[in-house]
């Protein structure tokens, strides 16, 4: 007994879509704001450490050091 799955119609793959889009267009807001507040704790710290050019990876190092990072 072959049981195979129908292909699905064009509105279902479109109703799919438009979850996936609607969920990535979340995601990437969420993100932009995530490292625009980074990029301000790098201003931050650098201004506290008196070290200028801080960038977000110089910041994780020094998060990674101190053990801070789960």
Same mark, same amino acid.
């Given at each position: 007994?072959?049981?195979?799955? !129908? !292909? ?5 793959? %479109?109703?799919? $879509? $438009? $979850?996936?889009? $609607? ?10 704001? %995530?490292?625009? &507040?980074?990029?301000?704790? *790098?201003?931050?710290? #650098?201004? *506290?450490?008196?070290?200028? #050019?801080?960038? !977000?990876?110089? %910041?994780? &190092?020094?998060?990674?050091?101190? #053990?801070?990072?789960?």
């Amino acid at each position: 007994m072959d049981i195979t799955t !129908p !292909p699905r119609l064009e509105r279902d793959i %479109l109703q799919d $879509a $438009a $979850a996936a889009i $609607a969920e990535h267009d979340r995601l990437h807001s969420a993100t932009r704001a %995530l490292d625009e &507040r980074i990029t301000a704790l *790098c201003r931050e710290y #650098g201004d *506290c450490t008196r070290r200028w #050019g801080y960038a !977000p990876h110089h %910041l994780r &190092r020094a998060v990674e050091a101190r #053990g801070l990072l789960a």
